[in-house]
């Protein structure tokens, strides 16, 4: 699956994957309205809600994207209706041949990891049928039990021709508070990273390992370092736009190829309609808002690269 992204990467021109991270503040008013009144102020019509609001984002943006990226959390929120909101929107996405990064976050050991490898990125054994579940592509997990809970991961992935995006550097503030602890004078990150290559070799693509890693856009300087210890591994870069990244943070996050990495918006896309500069598009016309959001990140990350 590793290939297909880098494939999809070059075709499109657009190192970018949207996050698909709906809340209810972020739909325009005829989405709720519809949704509410088919289905009620309730779980289900929130669901429908943001079934609906993805389904038009994805639209309007899915031949100049790679990939998409829904956070499970903004789907579990709303029980087991928005898991069918989830599903619907992986099946979705597939079939606008997206890449589809389940930002899952999982992590533990054993038969758990294993179960968690099955539900996202492999398939169940039900008497005689073998069935997947949610069926992503890749899936971000984190490192904090260590190798007992990625190597099932691992093992799936190889089984399924899937990957995963390993926690490394994260871009949220606090992150620092254990991820830069100095072991054996050199940060918590780092050593993770080291691990991250290790894993990766065990399960290669044509250029890139299938265990790719998650690095803020918010801290570029360790970016620039960990490019250099995980040469291999796609970096998945969460916190552009509305967490303060932009393109001339980013650019060595990539490999000189201009590959390597693949950065994440969300709420800078999907709530694009929200923002003063693309208010001419108005709540109706949300899904060109989020188009023209994608068209402007595209480029600023184009002059970032050719200006390195």
Not at 79 to 99: I, M, R, S
Not at 120 to 146: Q, W
Not at 175 to 199: N, T
Request: charged share 25%.
């Amino acid at each position: 699956m590793i290939n297909k992204l880098v494939s999809k990467i070059k075709e499109t021109g657009a190192p970018i994957v949207v996050g698909l991270d709906p809340m209810l503040s972020y739909i325009p008013e005829q989405i709720l309205a519809k949704a509410f009144t088919e289905y009620g102020e309730t779980l289900e019509g929130a669901a429908e809600a943001i079934w609906q609001f993805n389904k038009e984002i994805v639209d309007h943006t899915c031949d100049l994207i790679p990939a998409v990226k829904p956070q499970i959390a903004m789907y579990e929120q709303f029980g087991v209706a928005g898991l069918h909101a989830f599903e619907k929107t992986v099946k979705y996405c597939k079939e606008k041949d997206l890449v589809v990064i389940g930002d899952v976050k999982r992590g533990d050991i054993g038969s758990t990891s294993a179960a968690y490898a099955t539900a996202h990125l492999g398939k169940v054994t039900v008497g005689a049928n073998r069935i997947s579940a949610f069926d992503e592509d890749f899936a971000t997990v984190n490192p904090y039990l260590g190798s007992d809970g990625i190597k099932p991961f691992i093992k799936v992935c190889q089984e399924e021709n899937k990957g995963i995006f390993v926690l490394v550097k994260t871009s949220n503030p606090s992150s620092g508070e254990f991820q830069d602890r100095l072991i054996d004078g050199r940060p918590l990150y780092e050593h993770v990273g080291e691990k991250v290559a290790e894993w990766g070799a065990e399960h290669m693509g044509d250029s890139y390992s299938y265990v790719g890693a998650v690095v803020g856009a918010t801290y570029p300087e360790m970016g620039k370092i960990l490019r250099k210890v995980m040469p291999k591994a796609y970096i998945l870069v969460p916190g552009y736009g509305a967490q303060g990244g932009k393109g001339a943070d980013l650019v060595h996050f990539f490999n000189e190829d201009g590959l390597g990495a693949i950065v994440n918006s969300s709420r800078g896309i999907i709530a694009a309609w929200q923002q003063e500069k693309y208010e001419k598009f108005g709540a109706e016309r949300f899904g060109e808002a989020s188009r023209a959001a994608v068209l402007d990140m595209k480029a600023d990350i184009g002059q970032a690269l050719q200006s390195r």
